[in-house]
């Protein structure tokens, strides 16, 4: 264990302290107490007690292609599930070369991390590139893990597609409103900048020993994870009425590093994986999890049609243990209005939404016929209805798209009715009853492109001198994961390929082979000398070996003038490179002017305004800590009016 009176390394604050960071942290408890926990975790490894070939229901193995929506629709997602290989599952996931420093590349060097210590319990801010240091090192003084880096808008989203089933019950696609989603321009997991529950995409980055203790996911939300690189062994207990009782108990207590709660229980089964492996489990499952071996793991939680009674019974055990807001669900109560409002509009072909007709365009109902529903999705309607009610009314966090919340619940009791009957064989279709919209055409996401680099105009109110430097394209450094791996053959750039049958309009390579780490083209020449980056006039390769050594050139993430150091006097101790783009840095001159102090190379993440998240009107800041997690919500509701 690391000396904690020695002082630590001073380095920059990336944020500001007073600035909320959505994690989940909060249910880990004592998570990785090595130097605390009372109790042998070596005898709950190793011994037979929790052998699964002890219990029968802990889990099912199965294989991918027999995960479909029909499987769902008829059996809900009870037990966890294995899945011994990803083929069939529709998961797509970097190849077994990524590496933690691939994910630094992707996510940049300067993200700041929550990671958590093991021994002292306490979480500390970490930019990725120290963490990649500590995680490669292997004298390591200290034991840490991160588990919470939400990676959406970040160019590691292009390399991880959740399982096909994932993306067609998922509530924050199929529920929430696309163009708030759509709206999203940070990254990170700030809940004053977030538009959407974003929770979807989640790299799990573990060293040997890590231990997270028993936990529920956040929300009663289900979560799917696949091992890259190393291994994980779980501990899975079944959601009963009983069980949670004793968890709730248990949590309360504050004995958790005297008591393994696997011990308190009549059922608990050990499961290990290894990579190549994937795992879902449902809502609710209390599970704990230990890391045999450096790992490196990709999942994501998800909200679903399937299992509303417990996930809404989470949230009760959440309330009841007194779980801080900014450990639950993002926007959890606002979306449950929007789930109503979407089997409202499918099945009944009434909107309750106050949105534009464009933003309704991915919004159109089914046909006018009787659709069935299951039973799962029948009794969670009528559950959200009744936990909406439990609430008080500043607590019902209405959105303000929602124009009549109680026309809405009027809505919802008409349809329960006009489904009470319905044949739960009927309901069995393979079909979703909420279509999840449209994949983003080639033109959508250039229609995005611009839009987001609008944005970054106008923060940067850039002149026209500003925005006419001239930019060369970099080339492939023909070295990282990306460059030496297939076309995936599946993304919206692969389908337009004439080689996969497309069009070859986009002339765009597949996301998965986008360079991650572009190099400058072997002609450019500094802008003082005109010699290249090797000291020689600039030519062809034509015939000619690749360099060995670097280029000494440097190119600014500002301007795009490229020089050598030297030319305008500075040497190379002088200067501060790009630790995320070979041979970039920001010019004394840029810097002169101020032009880096808000300047955000990689990826644009300014906006000209604050969006709400339930309302585009609504942009007024607010210190409430409530209102900060959900801002721009109706509150003003009687609760009688829903009862």
């Known amino acids: ?117 093991v021994n002292t319990q306490k979480n500390e801010d970490m930019t990725m590139k120290e963490w990649q240091k500590y995680y490669e090192d292997p004298n390591k003084e200290r034991l840490l893990n991160v588990i919470s880096l939400e990676f959406s808008h970040t160019k590691l989203e292009n390399y991880v597609q959740s399982p096909a089933l994932v993306r067609q019950v998922d509530w924050v696609d199929v529920v929430w409103p696309r163009h708030l989603k759509e709206a999203q321009v940070e990254s990170t997991n700030l ?45 899975l207990i079944p959601p009963t009425e009983k069980n949670l009782t004793l968890y709730q108990e248990w949590v309360l207590s504050g004995k958790q590093s005297d008591v393994f709660f696997g011990d308190m229980v009549d059922r608990c089964g050990r499961i290990s994986l290894t990579a190549g492996m994937t795992l879902f489990i449902p809502t609710g499952w209390i599970h704990a999890v230990y890391t045999p071996q450096d790992s490196l793991v990709f999942g994501g939680n998800f909200l679903h049609s399937f299992g509303i009674e417990k996930q809404l019974k989470v949230a009760q055990v959440e309330e009841h243990t007194k779980v801080p807001q900014k450990f639950r669900y993002p926007f959890f109560t606002e979306m449950l209005w ?93 079909n979703p009853v909420l279509p999840p919209p449209p994949p983003l055409s080639i033109a959508d996401r250039e229609r995005m492109r611009v839009a987001r680099k609008g944005f970054v105009k106008i923060r940067h109110h850039s002149d026209k001198s500003e925005r006419a430097f001239p930019r060369r394209r970099r080339t492939r450094c023909k070295k990282c994961e990306a460059c030496t791996r297939q076309d995936c053959r599946e993304c919206v750039f692969c389908q ?27 002609t450019s020449s500094c802008k003082v000398c005109n010699l290249d980056g090797w000291k020689q006039h600039p030519a062809p390769l034509t015939g000619k070996p690749f360099p060995t ?76 800590s409530e209102r900060a997690m959900t801002p721009s919500k109706r509150s003003r509701l009687d609760p009688n009016e829903i009862a």
């Open 338 to 430: 929007y789930v109503l409002e979407r089997y409202v509009h499918v099945l009944l072909g009434r909107s309750h939404l106050d949105i534009t007709e464009s933003q309704r365009q991915h919004l159109v109902p089914q046909q006018h016929q009787h659709i069935h529903i299951t039973p799962f999705e029948l009794h969670g309607l009528k559950a959200i209805v009744m936990y909406l009610h439990s609430l008080p009314s500043t607590k019902k966090n209405v959105p303000e798209l929602i124009r009549d919340p109680v026309a809405l619940i009027h809505d919802v009791r008409c349809l329960v009715e006009q489904h009470r009957h319905d044949n739960p064989e009927t309901a069995v279709t393979g």
């Open 1 to 117: 264990m690391a000396d904690e009176s020695a002082p630590l390394p001073k380095r920059r604050q990336l944020r500001e302290r007073t600035r909320k960071l959505y994690t989940d942290d909060w249910t880990l408890g004592d998570e990785e107490i090595e130097g605390r926990r009372t109790f042998q975790l070596d005898e709950k490894i190793e011994g037979d007690k929790y052998n699964l070939s002890n219990f029968s229901g802990l889990f099912r193995e199965m294989n991918g292609s027999e995960l479909n929506l029909t499987f769902l629709q008829k059996h809900g997602l009870q037990i966890p599930l294995l899945f011994k290989e990803k083929s069939g599952l529709g998961l797509r996931v970097p190849s077994s070369n990524f590496s933690v420093n691939d994910v630094r590349t992707c996510v940049g060097s300067k993200r700041v991390l929550d990671v958590m210590d």
């Open 549 to 624: 050594i670097p280029s000494t050139l440097m190119e600014c993430s500002i301007c795009f003038d490229i020089v050598h150091p030297e030319c305008i006097g500075l040497n190379s101790k002088e200067i501060t490179v790009n630790d995320d783009l070979p041979n970039s840095w920001e010019c004394p001159q840029c810097c002169e002017q101020g032009r880096n102090l808000d300047y955000r190379p990689r990826q644009p993440r300014g906006r000209t305004r604050k969006l709400s998240v339930s309302s585009a009107a609504s942009s007024a800041p607010t210190t409430d």
């Open 496 to 522: 337009d390929m004439v080689k996969f049958g497309g069009s070859g309009r986009a002339k765009q390579t597949c996301l998965m082979r986008q360079c991650l780490r572009p190099m400058l083209p072997v």
């Open 191 to 235: 809940l004053e900048d977030m538009m959407y529950p974003k929770v979807q995409k989640y790299c799990l980055m573990s060293v040997k020993g890590c231990y997270t203790d028993f936990h529920v996911d956040f929300g009663g939300t289900s979560v799917w994870y696949h091992i890259l690189h190393g291994g994980k062994i779980f501990w």
